[in-house]
């Protein structure tokens, strides 16, 4: 079977491979994912901001340290599969879609780091709550260790700056696409 497509039909064919069919459908599933990534890199946003707030004040413990790294790998840990899962439903932005898994791949290796810095486990004794760590965070003095954590949350700062400038990047996408009825 043999079709004939037109110059203007055969350019309408190339813009809908690996896009949307519908307007309506590429808002509300561009406008979830981004949504969600968006919520999600904020919240670690404001998690290193007030981490690095009270490192840059010293008024932290060591003990306090090292809960924080622990909690905040948590952290890293629910955002890397979240983020890959969304991530696979970037569909027709290939460059925010590379940055994601960059942003990935960086926040696994600062969860790595800090796994090997505090192995901390809750445990209770005689009632009361104890902290019990066996990382390599408890050999190093309070000083070395808010500068390691320091200097791996600074690299984990340059991929937020690439991606507040890329959400600003995916907004007017979506708003010319949306707006301008063309069809990606």
Do not use: C, W
């Not at 340290?65 to 890397?80: C, T, V, W």
């Amino acid at each position: 079977m043999k079709i004939k497509l037109t110059e203007t039909q055969l350019q309408n064919v190339l813009k809908e491979v690996g896009g949307y069919d519908s307007l309506d459908i590429m808002g509300m599933h561009g406008g979830s994912v981004q949504g969600e990534i968006t919520r999600i890199v904020s919240q670690t946003v404001d998690f290193m901001g007030t981490f690095t707030t009270r490192l840059r004040e010293g008024s932290l413990s060591k003990e306090e340290l090292m809960a924080g790294i622990f909690n905040f790998s948590e952290k890293i840990q629910s955002d890397i599969i979240r983020l890959s899962e969304l991530s696979r439903e970037i569909y027709i932005d290939d460059d925010f879609k590379t940055l994601m898994f960059s942003y990935i791949r960086a926040l696994k290796k600062v969860l790595k780091y800090f796994k090997l810095l505090s192995n901390i486990n809750p445990r209770m004794v005689g009632g009361q709550p104890q902290m019990f760590s066996g990382g390599l965070g408890m050999d190093m003095s309070e000083t070395e260790l808010s500068l390691e954590v320091a200097t791996k949350l600074a690299g984990i700062g340059e991929y937020l700056e690439d991606l507040g400038e890329m959400f600003n990047t995916m907004m007017g996408r979506y708003g010319d696409r949306l707006q301008g009825g063309e069809r990606y």
